[in-house]
């Protein structure tokens, strides 16, 4: 997906999500769907005022597959 798409599309009224694994220190990160697109934005809870990094439906499901699944791949 383009990333200039991804980014213009607006997160005006997006209902954001908190993680289900939120650590006691508030460690966690938020999504939400973008309503325009198929794709999820991602944010810091703790820094809401910062801009949101987006990634498509498609890239998301992988990444949340290989999380749960013990495979991804840090550098």
């Known amino acids: 997906m383009n990333p200039n798409t991804l980014y213009s599309a607006p997160l005006d009224g997006a209902t954001w999500y908190k993680s289900s694994y939120t650590a006691s220190n508030d ?3 938020e999504i939400a ?3 325009t697109l198929p794709a999820v ?3 810091d809870s703790k820094n809401t005022n910062l801009p ?6 498609t890239g998301w499901a992988a990444f949340v597959t290989a999380l749960k ?5 840090t550098a």
């Open 27 to 29: 460690q966690c990160v």
């Open 33 to 35: 769907e973008l309503s």
């Open 41 to 43: 934005a991602i944010r």
């Open 52 to 57: 949101a990094s987006r990634v498509s439906a």
């Open 69 to 73: 699944a013990g495979t991804l791949v």
